[in-house]
């Protein structure tokens, strides 16, 4: 079983460029959730859906942007790349906001 | 803002010990659940409490929830090296929305 699949895997952009993280699950999970985790400080919730068409901001939400177009797919956008959105990205999933959460094996991103 | 505090921030041991690290808030959580993440990989649950004073065990690994449900305990007895990682918690709110600690990192040498 693949669970959840993250790309790319390494990332360097410049100031100002944009670019979109891949998050694809298998497990036909409703909940999906993109965090961010930064060293030395918890992950933080950047947005998460709870089915396709539906979508809500978490804790960081300002400089990304998301949507779910599909069960399987939960893409995060960064429009404008600032230095401080250099941090490791994780997308997770489960089937109901109760139950476990599956993490991806994250994306890690440098801007410069 | 609801915190959660994990303690010690890092810790080195040798294989055979024990060690015990720890998860502090304010905040009263629903659960509470423990992971743990491997360099380049993303966390895994390990386990889940509910109830205050709540024990789970699983192999070595021991997991206490507090009475008042603010706080947790993680203790590994006889530590492997198979055991090196970074140990996460993280409290469900009222929200069912995680609250993350910083990690504890651990390292067992051989």
């Known amino acids: 079983n693949a669970g959840v699949t993250q790309t790319p895997k390494f990332r360097i952009l410049k100031i100002g460029q944009s670019m979109t993280l891949q998050c694809t699950q298998d497990?036909?999970?409703?909940?999906m959730y993109w965090y961010r985790q930064d060293p030395g400080m918890g992950l933080k919730l950047i947005y998460y859906?709870?089915?396709?068409?539906?979508?809500d901001k978490g804790e960081v939400p300002n400089g990304y942007n998301v949507s779910r177009s599909t069960t399987e797919d939960f893409p995060l956008r960064l429009e404008l790349a600032a230095p401080s959105q250099t941090s490791v990205y994780f997308c997770?999933?489960?089937?109901?906001?109760?139950?476990?959460?599956?993490f991806g094996p994250g994306t890690r991103l440098l801007v410069l | 803002t609801q915190l959660l505090e994990q303690s010690p921030q890092f810790l080195s041991i040798q294989e055979g010990e024990n060690l015990t690290v720890y998860c502090n808030s304010s905040?009263?959580?629903?659960?509470l659940q423990w992971y743990r993440q491997e360099p380049g990989e993303g966390p895994v649950l390990l386990v889940t409490v509910v109830t205050g004073g709540e024990v789970k065990k699983l192999k070595r690994l021991t997991f206490q929830f507090g009475d008042a449900r603010k706080d947790s305990s993680l203790h590994i007895t006889a530590a492997q090296t198979g055991d090196t990682g970074l140990y996460l918690c993280?409290?469900?709110?009222?929200?069912?929305?995680?609250?993350w600690g910083a990690g504890t990192k651990l390292i067992i040498k051989p």
């Open positions: 997770a999933s489960s089937r109901l906001r109760v139950e476990t959460q599956y």
């Open positions: 905040s009263v959580f629903s659960s």
């Open positions: 497990m036909n999970h409703n909940y």
């Open positions: 859906s709870v089915g396709a068409g539906i979508t």
């Open positions: 993280a409290g469900k709110d009222s929200n069912y929305q995680l609250i």
